[in-house]
Structure formats: C-alpha cells, structure tokens
C-alpha cells in the first residue's frame, strides 16, 4: 500500500488528519506510532479548531522537516509543499476547505491527506 492510502487507513482509524501523515511515516522517521500521534494530537480539524491550516498539510510540513533538517533550513522545500497542495486543494485553511461558510467544499478530508502525502513525496 503506498503511504498516500495507509495515511487515509490512518484517518479513518481514530487519527485526525495531522496524525494520519505523520503515523504513515512513523517507522520511516524511526518514531513510534504513539509518539506520532502524541505529535499530531493538537492539529485534528486544522489548527485551532479549523480556523487554521489544514491538519495533513501541518503534518507532512513535520514530517518534511523531520526528513530533511540538518541544521539548514528546509523553507525552500516547505514552500514548494505548501504552494503544491494548496494548488491541488484549493486552498490551505480547513474552514475553507470544508466549506464551513460557504457550503462549497473545496477538498474532502481524504483528499487533503492523499494530496499531503503526494506533495511531500514530490519534494523529498
């Protein structure tokens, strides 16, 4: 199973959308499982309680800098990952990506996982 689909598994198995990136990288990052989640637990609904950025974006941004720091900045590729998924989403924020206001969903959360992923693994 690619990781695009064993973080969407994540997501419809208790995780929040920010612990189904990161638990799908967990034993590539060498974290456990618990500790992923521990580490996504504050981003379900997007940060704030959807008044924020998108909890998959939010997790694959960790799992980019948990990849990819070493003691240089990543905010080139960071960039690159959030522009790619907000192209792909139609924005970057869950309320809006939800439709919350609008009544127009943008991107379902499945899809905001699935695009996560694809984003990050086009810039590692």
């Known amino acids: 199973m690619d990781k695009k689909e064993l973080a969407v598994r994540y997501k419809h198995n208790g995780c929040n959308c920010c612990q189904a990136v990161l638990a799908a990288y967990a034993e590539e990052l060498g974290i456990s499982l618990e500790y992923a989640k521990k580490l996504g637990s504050a981003f ?11 909890g998959a974006l939010i997790g694959a941004e960790m799992v980019l800098g ?3 720091y070493n003691g240089r900045s990543v905010t080139g590729k960071s960039r690159t990952l959030f522009t790619e998924f907000a192209e792909k989403c139609k924005g970057t924020i869950c309320i809006d990506l939800k439709g919350v206001l609008t009544g127009k969903m943008l991107c379902s959360c499945d899809n905001c996982v699935r695009n996560a992923v694809e984003a990050l693994e086009n810039v590692l």
Do not use: D, H, S, V
């Open 66 to 68: 948990l990849k990819e």
């Open 44 to 54: 379900g609904a997007g940060m704030g309680g959807m008044q924020g950025n998108c």
